[in-house]
């Protein structure tokens, strides 16, 4: 910051007054600068929050003016109370699991095999990336193609060595070709993270252990895992706070069904919000999602990523 | 400097303003030509014949009357919905819009959006069918004319009834059951069913529920909110009973219904023999799959042995226009131009829409839905969609409890009891 002003005419001020005038102006020039972004952010971002948390303590279908049947927490005992709210939790706590145990792994063992010099390096990295560049609802439809039950790609396939699988109209197979789906969409992501991360650690490093006797997996294990922990820590980061919002796939895919087997919070609030009209209900909904990822956010930027953060310009007393 | 931040937010508010200072009311022009008016028309019409007819009709009205002008906004059903409920959200309501009638309907005129037109439509009134203009009438008060009325039955496949032994449509509910046993032991897949989307699956207990109970039941449910009487307990245990003879098409908890593996499109190709859907299955049939021509029958939902409803009850529902708290008058003369019975015969004979007008059966053309026609007809009684005709969060709970018991996820008794607890907590 006071890198700022000092350019090549900047001249020494003498006298306290005027300084104190210098400053006065450029506050106000900040606060011009700020200001655009600044209104946005409350338009757009603040005020719909604090709508949402305001309409969840009221019995509202949405009609009229502003909502006036108050019945304080009632919409949020009501939520917790239901089968389909706490399914949406047991959701969201399975598809966090397998995305951090299973789909990050597999972006960074893809990863690291892309960071080797084989043939076609930059078309695969092409290739997996590809998926992550087409829209939420493109997947859906293609997938909904690819897995449907009778003429789908994926059962012709199967069929053709005597399997079958009824994917996406099943709950009990609903989950896992869901998560089949995120999966494709977004390893291709997690990946070039990975290796931009991988592309970062000096090769040194890499060559010393090398040279101390280390073999691959060891390397891997303790040089180059280890500073890759920011990029990890930001990767998984980006896939709860994905999930927690989750919407677009399964709108598409399922809708939350067979029996609600696949739905998710963003769902429910959907269906409740604007099929069955009771916003407030569904106001309710949103603010528990906005709950879960606000206090994970910070939780997790706390305890998790402190180190990642420090000295980093946004954080408290990035001044010193 | 600080003055002219001021401003400069000024000068930001006021071009924001710029164009709402517009006003769409009648505005006195000279003397002795009458004031000018524009209104507003929202449809959902976006598929020929419609989509022209409608523009043709608006064209016609303002030539016929020069001080009017009519803004028209056509979007395509899931975004009418919603930026219909986005607009009634926020207090107002187009002039004139199409409205499926029902509960959604209710819950507009109820926040005091829509005008009641009862005492300007009694020169008309007569010349509409009773089944028709039901949907929108509501303690003896009328808020909407009807463009569209059509109703649910069996559209089947009769090669494949033939296939397995089957020589004419089953009239009572153990016949159908029994056919639909035939229909399995011939290798063929008897029902067709989108489980994904809830409605079509709702079809059955709804008309169970009519059957067995009859129409005063159901109206009685939207009054009492209670739906565990016997009557709707044995409508779902039927449903459960017709399930567990899985009927329906492999994979069909995932199926959509206009998708190219969904209902419509297996019912089209002849993979299933009949559906349960509306009037506009035939062509959906042929949107989606090939389309089954002449092999293509209809027969109506069939009477339950003991039940209390007639077999000639209909289920079904169709679209009107109504208007909007606010509208000038123009608007109302707009609507009953529109439904007049030249002019709506023409979308009658373009098979865009059905006759609501008494003695228009004449003009259906096409033979399956003239079968739909007649039925209306004769009708002795009607009962509008139930996700239609309830509020929202009712209707939305029937599709999803029936859809569980469909899937076996929930029992009759569970299906029942979780309407009934959404209805009474609707009601309070």
Known sequence: ??????????????????????????????????????????????????????????????????????????????????????????????????????????????????????????????????????????????????????????????????????????????????????????????????????????????????????????????????????????????????????????????????????????????????????????????????????VFALVYQRLVMRRDLEGATTSIGGRR | MKRSVVLIAAAVLLAGCGNSGEAAGPQQSQAGSPAKVTFEWWHLSTTEPLKSIYAKRAKEYMAEHPNVTIKMTVLENDAYKSKLTTVTQSGKAPDVFATWGGGVLKQQIDAGLVKDVTGDVGDVIGGFTPAALSAYQFDGKTYALPTDIGMVGFWYNKKLFAKAGISEPPATWSAFLDDVRKLKSAGVTPIALAGKEKWPGHYYWAYLAMRIGGLPALQQAAADHDFTKPDFLAAAQQVKALADLQPFQNGFKGAAYSTPDGQAATMGDGKAAMELMGQWAPSVQKDAGKGLGDDLGFFPFPAVEGGKGAVTDAFGGGGGMALGAQAPGEALDFVKFLTEKTNHSEAVTAGAVLPVLKGEESAVKDPNLKVVADALASATGFQLFLDQAYPPAVGQEVNDAVAQVINGAKTPEQAVQSITEVAKSESE
């Not at chain 1, 290796?195 to 970062?200: F, I, K, P, T």
């Open chain 1, 1 to 294: 910051m006071t890198t700022l002003t000092r350019g090549p005419e900047a001249r020494p001020l003498p006298a306290p007054a005027a300084r104190a005038r210098v400053r006065r102006r450029r506050s106000v020039t900040i606060a011009l600068f700020v200001l655009p972004a600044l209104v946005l952010f409350l338009l757009l971002v603040v005020a719909p929050i604090l709508i949402a948390m305001y309409s969840s303590v009221f019995r509202w279908n949405g009609f009229g003016g502003l909502p006036a049947n108050f019945i304080g927490l009632d919409n949020f005992t009501r939520l917790f109370g239901t089968e389909v709210f706490r399914d949406d939790l047991w959701h969201l706590v399975v598809l966090i699991a397998f995305s951090v145990c299973v789909q990050l792994p597999f972006s960074l063992g893809i990863a690291m095999l892309l960071h080797q010099r084989i043939r076609g390096r930059a078309l695969y990295r092409l290739v997996f990336f590809a998926p992550y560049v087409l829209s939420e609802v493109i997947t859906g439809v293609l997938f909904s193609l690819i897995l449907s039950p009778e003429s789908g790609m994926a059962n012709q396939l199967l069929r053709a060595v005597g399997l079958e699988s009824q994917w996406l109209s099943d709950p009990g197979s609903v989950m896992y070709s869901l998560f089949l789906v995120m999966t494709w969409k977004y390893f291709g992501f997690h990946m070039m993270i990975y290796l931009a991360g991988r592309q970062n650690i000096p090769e040194e490093l890499i060559e010393a252990a090398k040279i101390d006797g280390a073999g691959p997996w060891k390397v891997f294990r303790h040089v180059t895992l280890p500073l890759l922990g920011p990029t990890v820590r930001i990767s998984v980061f980006l896939s709860v706070i994905y999930t927690i919002q989750l919407f677009d796939l399964v709108w598409i895919l399922t809708q939350g069904g067979p029996s609600h087997s696949s739905e998710t919070m963003a769902v429910t609030m959907m269906e409740w919000g604007f099929k069955r009209s009771q916003v407030g209900y569904a106001s309710a909904v949103s603010v528990v999602m906005f709950a879960l990822s606000l």
